[in-house]
């Protein structure tokens, strides 16, 4: 049975810090894209960080880029989302999923409708 299973979601302060943990199970993390989404409130889900693929190449948001790190185990099928100096525009569900990587244009571009398999979600809020 496919999982992922978020964790370390919470209440933080502008500025302060969290880091998002995805368990997975179930099938093997070097075969898929793996990446965080999130979704707040009356707004689309969009991806904030992947792994494309398993060459060390990475995907950030513009509006997270500088701020958060992605980073995986792969022996442990564990994937990581730091997330610092986190702003109230932060707010939201984060999940993690593994998908098969697109490109447009020869770049990488998260599309969650390329995603297979989907945790349930961790909430972050980040107060004013």
């Known amino acids: 049975e496919v999982q992922l299973v978020e964790s370390g979601g919470g209440l933080v302060q502008t500025g302060g810090s969290l880091r998002l943990s995805c368990a997975a199970s179930?099938?093997?993390?070097?075969?898929?894209?793996i990446c965080w989404f999130r979704q707040a409130p009356g707004k689309e889900r969009e991806g904030v960080s992947c792994?494309?693929?398993?060459?060390?190449?990475?995907y950030y948001a513009r509006s997270v880029k500088g701020r958060f790190t992605i980073s995986s185990d792969n022996a442990k099928n564990m994937l990581y989302l730091q997330m610092n100096n986190l702003k109230p525009e932060d707010t939201a569900t984060y999940y993690c999923?593994?998908?098969?990587?697109?490109?447009?244009?020869?770049?990488?571009?998260?599309?969650?409708?390329?995603?297979?398999?989907w945790g349930k979600g961790a909430l972050v809020t980040v107060s004013s």
């Open positions: 999923a593994a998908g098969w990587p697109t490109y447009y244009s020869g770049i990488y571009h998260p599309d969650a409708d390329a995603m297979t398999y």
């Open positions: 179930g099938f093997n993390f070097d075969d898929y894209a």
């Open positions: 792994i494309p693929k398993n060459d060390g190449s990475t």
